[in-house]
């Protein structure tokens, strides 16, 4: 999904993930109103990485298993930092995450993918890529293909302001003027 700013990209997302109610109409997801969805039932088949996704101030290993419900041993933490080349000697998150740079805030939800992707349904990316470096794109892009290339039962939803990715995707939505 592709539009200029203010063009509506969050907020259709924010409406797919019922953070925000429709004014009118309704939403449905496989005929029943997403309003009649429990949260839980949501939560567990969408994977959302917003473009301000909130940090909690907590050891790295804590945050993300808190935000993945999944348990990590030190040597899959350790994997995955060094999957998205994630400094090792940050151990700690503060100030909700001031204390990290976009770039490694970016690759904090980079990891959230990595270990959330293969039991949702549907992956929302919401300017994932927005102020990246262009290794970590890069990497971004790879994390994007691997998802791609293994996984046909799945729908994703990339929100961005670039062209680059139009190779993955079989419907693009254009919103404003693009």
């Known amino acids: 999904m592709k539009g200029d700013n203010g063009s509506g990209k969050s907020t259709y997302i924010k409406l797919i993930v019922n953070l925000l109610r429709p004014k009118k109409g309704s ?11 429990s949260k839980r039932s949501l939560h567990n088949s969408i994977l959302y ?21 999944k348990t990590l041993s030190e040597e899959q933490l350790n994997a995955l930092l060094e999957e998205v080349k ?3 000697d940050i151990t700690e998150i503060r100030d909700g995450g001031l204390s990290l740079s976009g770039g490694q805030r970016k ?6 993918l990595l ?5 949702s349904s549907v992956i929302i990316l919401d300017e994932f890529e927005n102020a990246l470096d262009s290794d970590t794109r890069a ?19 990339r929100i ?17 003027k693009n």
């Open 107 to 112: 690759k904090l939800m980079m990891i959230k």
């Open 115 to 119: 270990l959330g992707w293969q039991s």
């Open 139 to 157: 990497l971004a892009s790879e994390i994007e293909n691997l998802i791609c290339e293994h996984r046909e039962d799945h729908i994703l939803f």
């Open 86 to 88: 994630f400094e090792t």
């Open 27 to 37: 939403i449905l997801i496989n005929g029943t109103d997403i309003g009649r969805i």
């Open 49 to 69: 990485i917003s473009q301000d996704e909130v940090l909690l101030n907590d050891s790295v290993k804590t945050y993300l298993e808190s935000i993945t419900g």
């Open 160 to 176: 961005s302001h670039l062209d680059d990715m139009r190779q993955l995707a079989n419907i693009h939505i254009s919103l404003g």
